[in-house]
């Protein structure tokens, strides 16, 4: 969730090193089972707090489960999920323009990567509370703020990324095109739209994360639908179970996400040897 | 890398001069006047540095910022300790590394209001739900990149150092500390960025005291000014910690990497 493309997945990492894993296959058929003992303990820990503590402050995990179950089949989820992830996807839209521009000239001029540095640093690390409360004062309890909240934490991301594929274009290949007279549309086709996609695609993955976050927090703070206005719903209505509920499904629906767009990415470039 | 090193290099990049910074400086000043011009109830620059400064005045401003600060670093400290702890665990054992794995993919995607909701309605209005949701909202970047750095950690070469009878403390200082210098580094950066926006949200809901209350006072007496001066104490402190602080020492641990 932290690095660009320049640091790969967990998973590859025992094979690029293969002096820390003394013991290379092994777990293959077990790790499955190692971080599911995991999950049920740490599940068990919870329980047993939960017994402790016996109060609805901390309700037990099988409640937790009823509620995530009854809010599934209500279709209250879907609804839910669907409306955030709509009001993420529209910002993405802007910030995939914005970024693209601004990533553009960041890469063929450093006067740019200077002039844009300090904004986007600003931008891409702003507390989430200072964009919630913004987008509520701008632009109320509709769908508006949220939007823009996710497109403009994405944009740096996939700005810095998009810089960072326009200066990976090999410089000959450039110098190439201009001998051999291409038009413009081409060099952008053939030589910078190959080079850029993969970068833009890390900058799309670890600019999700950050963005969902903030556009639900966004949503807690003011809005009318989407997971964000229903766990503000429960803190309001002090439903602890209800709250456990909604971030079990928040956790769900985000590692889902992850783990499809990790999965398009290296089917995607899987032609790109360097890379994948 | 992380993304924020790509920022810190761009920042200290050759091309960096002071010129470009200053026109960045001078376009979001612009554009918030234009902001102040169009919007009816923007309110100035001066007149939110008038207000930080009416703040410092009646002994707000230090006063919140100490006791946030206090709850920031019990809370990071904590955050860090067990992190590491963890995070050693994983990068040295796959038992360890497959069993909490898993975890702390669920614990990086829980996003830091929802700590601050769930602390406020366990522990109240007291000096716990700060520190707790602090600590919660850092420790999993913390394991992140600990157990990184562990696994950077180059065996064979300590292997070589140990057939070659190097003393311990140099191959600690020579082999084990660069490697593990870059991921450290990343770790209390994400760590400090994730904190603070939790202890933020902490204490705009369940604190009466603190840098999130005291925004949450003046957005809740529906003056901009004021919350404005706040954000600009965020925005100024966070500058400070990355790229004055964090950002050098970084440069320096990670020195031997850039040729």
Known sequence: ?276 | MTVLTSWQRQLRSQGTSAAAVLAALATVIGAWQLAVIVGNRVPSLAETIGRLGAEAAIGELWGNLAISMNRFLLGLVAALVVGAVIGVLMGLSKLADLAFSDLNAAALAIPAVIWALLTTMWFGFGWLTPVVTVFLSGLPFVVVNIAKATRAVPADLILMARAFGIPRSRVLREIVAPAVAGSTVAAVRFAIMSAWNGLLLAEWFGSTSGVGWRSRYWYDANQLDGFLAWVLVFILLLVIADLLILGPIERYATRWRTA
Request: a positive charge; charged letters at 15%; proline letters at 5%.
């Open chain 1, 1 to 276: 969730m932290t690095q660009t493309i320049t640091a790969r997945p967990a998973e590859r990492e025992p094979r690029d090193k293969p002096s820390r894993a003394a013991v290379p296959r092994p777990w293959g058929s077990r790790r499955w089972l190692v971080s599911g003992l995991a999950l049920i303990a740490a599940v068990g820990l919870w329980a047993l707090a939960a017994v402790i503590v016996d109060d609805p402050i901390l309700p037990n995990p099988a409640d937790v489960a009823d509620r995530v179950l009854a809010i599934i089949v209500s279709g209250a989820a879907v609804t839910n999920f669907a409306a955030s992830i709509c009001k993420i996807a529209a910002g993405f839209a802007i910030a995939m323009v914005a970024g693209l521009i601004i990533g553009f000239a960041m890469g063929r001029s450093t006067f740019m990567t200077s002039y844009f540095s300090l904004p986007l640093f600003v931008l891409g690390n702003m507390p989430g509370l200072t964009y919630a409360v913004f987008g509520l004062l701008i632009f109320g309890v509709g769908a508006g703020g949220p939007i823009v909240v996710s497109a403009l934490v994405a944009t740096p991301f996939i700005a810095i990324n998009v810089a960072e594929g326009v200066r990976s274009v090999d410089g000959n290949l450039l110098a190439m095109c201009h001998a051999f007279e291409r038009r413009r549309s081409d060099i952008l086709r053939h030589l910078y739209l190959p080079a850029v996609t993969t970068f833009v695609f890390a900058g799309v993955r670890y600019g999700f994360a950050m963005a969902w976050k903030v556009e639900a927090l966004t949503e807690v703070f003011g809005a009318s639908s989407g997971v964000g206005f229903m766990i503000r719903k429960a803190y309001q209505e002090f439903q602890v179970g209800d709250m456990l509920a909604w971030t079990a499904l928040f956790i769900v629906a985000m590692v889902l996400i992850e783990r499809a767009l990790a999965h398009l990415e290296s089917r995607f470039f899987a032609w790109r040897k360097e890379i994948a």
